[in-house]
């Protein structure tokens, strides 16, 4: 082909990608249009309010009740003394509910109703879901057409640029942090390294669960070595047509390359480096792009300064082929922050924060094991919410402690009305719970029961944190199945029914009972071994019926349990029924009023 033809060529087919474009985007407007006028239109005839005059009849104490639609900002209001409701657009409906407690809490009641999605809403709501399916397959067939070409064009950006994170914004995780400066000295100086012979790792990975740091640590050393940061995700190259997610990591490479010294981060490596084993489709789709992955790293030398770093939450997943030499030798977990860890997060992230005086962050990061620095992170910004709803002047204790509450069981809602009877279920299923932990020996004290609702949860009984601790015993699992089936044994006990609201409970109890037998050998029965393994057919190993053995040691733990959650309450019925008897007054009881209970 000569040279004229082949441009002719290429302007055809650009042509070509630039009408598809415009279609495209022509068909985009249509549909929106025509979604619109559907969701709009019924409304129009219906007598309408605007926001700003809602907002002043509410002040002005004329609004009785308004009703929403999960999703939508469209609502009904009903006024007093008037027959009719009208409608309204609000701008943002959790402020507005957040507007509608605060009201409250004033004393300008306003009975507020949340419905689910209507069927209705859910038509335009399911056409706009699909619609970004639509348009990234069409653009997916583009950036096709345009590889066809053979043209160098930029199909993507990576995310890079040099990062002005450093250690020090990196709080605890001083050991991880010491293992990982020898990187930074390398990529700073790395004659320095090769003169002596020394081989660097390529690659590192980095184990752990989400919000624990990862990619902040990853951007720390960039940052450090001064360095760019090229970063992409595992999930963006699972693409729907082969060779694709190859040719990404092909790219990215050539790329860092270019770029070198630098740090290639791969987040979610699981996606493309999952263990190969079957061959459907997908499967054959990541091993292309596995591969290639392993030919870029084995094919630059050690002169070359890339760094790859690659973070997951799940390790098991990967194939081993990526922790071979010379691939991701190295490996790091990067565990939950524990009690200084946890501080430490919390005092990086109040910075530019108004802490009043009053906030005592040790004790909120004794009252967080288990919590990841994201989570962290997220309470404090939680905290400034409600202080700032709160009117205080600065973000007060009190206000931190409602966002933990808030982040571990959800919001309280006080609009929600319930029944008599459900109130009582309520009271006895948390008064279980509280007492029946209070004569558990492992468990921690009891640091608040509610009946409030918040988030899903009906009420809950919060206990204190656990300090951080490496090892669970046998006798402290068996403990906490008794705890988390004291709610549905005092329901059982008192009303002789029993309820729905026990199942999130059954659910984790089931759960431990189950890793008790399978994997972490506590069957006296079935003995220390993982029936967990990597085994696909345990009946072969095991035997055929062994699945009905492990249910049967499942189903004895938690007979157990729930026998000596009953044998307790029966025993101290008397406590059952006055902290029962103190909710329904209260809906509240604390740390203190409760340990006077049982003096
Ligand atoms: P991961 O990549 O492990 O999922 P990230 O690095 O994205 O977690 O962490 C999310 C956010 O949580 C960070 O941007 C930071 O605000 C906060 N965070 C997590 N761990 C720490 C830490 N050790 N020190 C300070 N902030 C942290
Ligand atoms: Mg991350
Ligand atoms: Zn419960």
Known sequence: ?????????????????????????????????????????????????????????????????????????????????????????????????????????????????????SVLMQIPATLFSLFPTLIMLALVIMIFKMQGLGEKGQVYEDTERKTKIRFKDVAGLDEEKGELIEIVDFLKKPEKFTKMGAKVPKGVLLYGKPGTGKTLIAKAIAGEADVPFISMSGSEFIEMFAGLGASRVRKLFDK??????????????????????????????????????????DGFSSEETIIVLAAT????????????????????????????????????HSEDKRLSDDVNLASIAEDTAGFTGAELANILNEAAIIATINKHEDIENSDIEEAVKKVTVGLEKHSRTY???????????????????????????????????????????????????????????????????????????????????????????????????????????LGPIDFQGKEQNDMFVFGENIGDKIGAEVKLLIDEAY?????????????????????????KINEQEFKKIFE
């Open 1 to 117: 082909m000569d040279k004229n033809e082949n441009r002719k060529n290429n302007k055809k087919k650009k042509s070509l990608i630039i009408s598809s474009i415009i279609l495209v985007s022509i068909i985009i407007v249509l549909v929106g249009v025509a979604i619109y006028y559907l969701t709009n239109n019924k409304e129009k005839d219906d007598k309408t309010i605007s926001y700003t005059d809602l907002i002043k009849e509410i002040s002005y104490g004329n609004v009785e009740k308004i009703e929403m639609t999960v999703g939508s900002t469209s609502i009904k209001v009903k006024f007093k003394d008037v027959e009719e409701e009208k409608r309204a657009i609000i701008p943002n409906t959790e402020a507005f509910v957040e507007l509608i407690h605060e009201k409250a809490a004033e004393g300008n009641d306003i009975d507020l109703k949340q419905n689910p999605k």
């Open 313 to 348: 939450n799940r390790p098991e997943m990967l194939d081993k082929a990526l922790l071979r030499p010379g691939r991701f030798d190295r490996q790091i977990t990067i565990p939950n922050p524990d009690l200084k860890g946890r501080l430490e997060i919390l005092k990086i």
């Open 563 to 587: 026998n000596e959650a009953q044998k307790l309450l029966i025993e101290h019925r008397d406590k059952l029924d006055i902290i029962a008897q103190t909710l329904l007054e209260r809906e």
């Open 419 to 525: 029944s008599e009877k459900d109130k009582k279920l309520t009271a006895y299923h948390e008064a279980g719970h509280a007492v029946v932990s209070k004569y558990l020996e492992t468990q921690t004290d009891v640091k608040e029961v509610s009946i409030i609702p918040r988030g899903v949860a009906g009420g809950y009984t919060m206990y204190k944190s656990d300090e951080d601790k490496y090892y669970i015993s046998k006798t402290e699992m068996k403990e906490k199945l008794i705890a988390l089936l004291g709610g549905r044994a005092a329901e059982k006990l008192v009303l002789d029914d029993i309820s729905t609201g026990a199942s999130n409970d059954i659910e984790v109890a089931t759960k431990i009972a189950r890793e008790m037998v399978t994997k972490y050998g506590m069957s006296d029965n």
């Open 256 to 297: 860092a390359r270019k770029m070198a010294p630098c740090i290639v981060f791969i987040d979610e490596i699981d996606a493309i480096g999952a263990r190969r084993t079957s061959n459907s489709g997908a499967e054959t789709e990541n091993n292309q792009t596995l591969n290639q992955l392993l030919v870029e790293m």
